[in-house]
């Protein structure tokens, strides 16, 4: 296998770090707008880069990744940018003959006249309206493959596979203990990201009603997290999952719930209220006096720390996992699937944050097992259409296993 991996940020680096212990691929070039961070991403490896190789791309520029994957006759695309650039390197995959996987979909328009009950465009609609073409390709297009939209739903279609008959409601649960020492606020992912998806309307599925929405941060609910985590408070935040999941499993209800905390959806609210969170560009003056044309959130972002040089500030850990409920054998039955990653562990074994490896090992199992042929559908899936168990051996096998625990 010969893969292309666009973007060389947090996330991109630890998938490098991850993957250079693997035996899967061939070559794994490493492309990113800034060649300066993707010799870096290479460089890092030392001694097991040798199968790594780093170029400049513009991922917006479809064309040039088409070219770019033509030209190193890549097999698939792995999409590690932000979502701005889900449907460039999406087409450009379909056009050069690729397969293609991402952690994150397609961006959502809220409904313009009611967005707090009703979806506009849905997150991930844009790409599925291409599942023809794909389907006709013969190649995969495998769509939020991190680990929240990505393991989550391998343990939402695992638990409806081997644990429950019936399913009443299958919640995304994620939470954490991380502290980063010296910084007031210091998100430890990416800041574009977070804040479309905490400041989108959050959408919730029912069998009844389909997919509508709700206030941001509602619902609050205190989840207690495995580990040592223990109890965090939980809102509905817009997440893939929801989208994703009802396609292929049978539950009445699904939800996602992020532990935010109070004073991190303070500021995110401030961020809205002053119109921070914007990503139209507004004029503003440069050094010179000129006219600059900016996003709001793009200075937000470049003010803020970022996420992948936090490690070594950081402790604790976080917990990403899938909640369900419903029936097995007539009697009902509650359990939480969960994947833990300490940072002080990734940061030992990996020299990547806790948040961004725990990102980024999900996209590298999964390419394995396409590689290997396990994963061999076509067309636009999200993970939740694929066999689970392959994936979540092989996730224990990477030195990661995931867990189980009966509620009540």
């Known amino acids: 296998m010969r893969v292309l991996l666009v973007g060389a940020g947090g996330v991109g680096t630890a998938i490098t770090r991850i993957a250079a212990r693997r035996d899967f691929f061939d070559?794994?070039?490493?492309?990113?707008?800034?060649?300066?961070?993707?010799?870096?991403?290479?460089?890092?490896?030392?001694?097991?880069?040798?199968?790594?190789?780093?170029?400049?791309?513009?991922?917006?520029?479809?064309?040039?990744?088409?070219?770019?994957?033509?030209?190193?006759?890549?097999?698939?695309?792995?999409?590690?940018?932000?979502?701005?650039?889900?449907?460039?390197?999406?087409?450009?995959?379909?056009?050069?003959?690729?397969?293609?996987?991402?952690?994150?979909?397609?961006?959502?328009?809220?409904?313009?006249?009611?967005?707090?009950?009703q979806c506009g465009v849905k997150l991930g609609d844009e790409q599925f309206e291409r599942a023809g073409a794909w389907e006709k390709s013969g190649r995969l297009a495998l769509?939020?493959?991190?680990?929240?939209?990505?393991?989550?739903?391998?343990?939402?279609?695992?638990?409806?596979?081997?644990?429950?008959?019936?399913?009443?409601?299958?919640?995304?649960?994620?939470?954490?203990?991380?502290?980063?020492?010296?910084?007031?606020?210091?998100?430890?992912?990416?800041?574009?990201?977070?804040i479309e998806e905490c400041l989108n309307p959050p959408v919730i599925y029912e069998r009844e009603r389909g997919w509508f929405t709700t206030e941001p941060f509602s619902e609050p609910e205190v989840f207690d997290f495995p580990e040592g985590?223990?109890?965090?408070?939980?809102?509905?935040v817009e997440h893939e999952e929801v989208l994703l999941v009802p396609r292929r499993v049978d539950a009445r209800r699904v939800t996602f719930k992020y532990g935010l905390g109070e004073d991190f959806i303070g500021k995110l609210k401030t961020l809205h209220a002053l119109g921070l969170d914007s990503t139209e560009p507004?004029?503003?003056?440069?050094?010179?006096?000129?006219?600059?044309?900016?996003?709001?959130?793009?200075?937000?972002?470049?003010?803020?720390?970022?996420?992948?040089?936090?490690?070594?500030?950081?402790?604790?850990?976080?917990?990403?996992?899938?909640?369900v409920k419903g029936t097995r054998n007539g009697r009902p039955r509650e359990v939480y699937l969960y994947h833990v990653v300490d940072n002080q562990w990734s940061m030992r074994e990996y020299g990547s944050q806790a948040v961004v490896w725990q990102t980024a090992v999900n996209p590298v199992v999964a390419l394995e097992l396409m590689a290997g042929g396990v994963w061999a559908e076509s067309g636009v899936l999200g993970p939740e259409a694929l066999p689970p168990r392959p994936f979540l051996d092989l996730l224990t096998a990477y030195g990661s296993p995931w867990g189980i625990r009966e509620q009540g």
């Open 27 to 117: 070559r794994f070039v490493v492309a990113d707008y800034d060649l300066d961070r993707a010799e870096a991403a290479v460089a890092a490896l030392g001694e097991d880069g040798g199968r790594f190789h780093a170029r400049r791309i513009d991922a917006s520029d479809q064309a040039a990744v088409a070219a770019l994957l033509t030209e190193e006759r890549c097999d698939v695309l792995l999409n590690a940018t932000d979502p701005r650039f889900v449907m460039p390197l999406f087409e450009a995959a379909l056009a050069a003959d690729s397969h293609y996987m991402d952690m994150a979909m397609s961006l959502s328009r809220p409904h313009p006249d009611r967005p707090y009950a």
């Open 143 to 194: 769509v939020g493959m991190g680990v929240e939209p990505g393991l989550s739903d391998v343990f939402a279609r695992y638990a409806a596979d081997e644990l429950f008959d019936t399913i009443e409601e299958i919640g995304i649960r994620d939470g954490a203990n991380l502290t980063v020492e010296g910084h007031e606020f210091a998100p430890s992912f990416n800041i574009w990201t977070t």
């Open 229 to 236: 985590i223990g109890p965090v408070e939980c809102v509905n």
């Open 282 to 323: 507004v004029t503003v003056r440069g050094a010179d006096g000129s006219p600059v044309r900016v996003s709001p959130r793009d200075v937000v972002a470049a003010c803020l720390p970022d996420p992948a040089g936090l490690g070594e500030l950081m402790s604790g850990k976080t917990c990403a996992g899938t909640w």
